[in-house]
């Protein structure tokens, strides 16, 4: 069974930082770019940051960057999201997806074929 489980979340403060990992089982991850995606409450899902299957290509939404870095260890099959600097605007249910895509990667939700089920992550003092 294709399975994306997302751990590293929990109550942070403004300025604080997490990693968050996206460990995939029952399949590898060396195919497919991976997505960090997030959806806060009363607001749609949006794509933060996304890795090419490669690692050589990454994407970020203006909203993060210079404070989210996305990372891969395909040794491990596992992703990674390194968030500094975190707001209370950041405060979200954070998911990981795979897309089995050679090349350049997106934040487009519908090119994604396989979600984890969320970590949660509140931003607040």
């Known amino acids: 069974q294709l399975q994306l489980v997302e751990s590293g979340g929990g109550l942070v403060q403004p300025g604080g930082s997490l990693r968050l990992s996206c460990a995939a089982s029952g399949f590898t991850l060396d195919y497919f770019a991976i997505g960090w995606f997030r959806q806060a409450p009363g607001k749609e899902r949006e794509g933060v940051s996304c890795?090419?299957?490669?690692?050589?290509?990454?994407n970020y939404a203006d909203s993060v960057k210079g404070r989210l870095t996305i990372s891969r260890d395909n040794a491990k099959n596992t992703v990674y999201l390194q968030m500094n600097s975190l707001k209370p605007e950041d405060t979200a249910v954070y998911y990981c997806?795979?897309?089995?895509?050679?090349?350049?990667?997106?934040?487009?939700?519908?090119?994604?074929?396989?979600w984890g089920q969320g970590t949660q992550v509140p931003v607040s003092s």
């Open positions: 997806a795979a897309d089995p895509l050679f090349g350049p990667c997106g934040l487009g939700r519908t090119s994604y074929d396989y």
């Open positions: 890795i090419s299957s490669n690692g050589n290509n990454t």
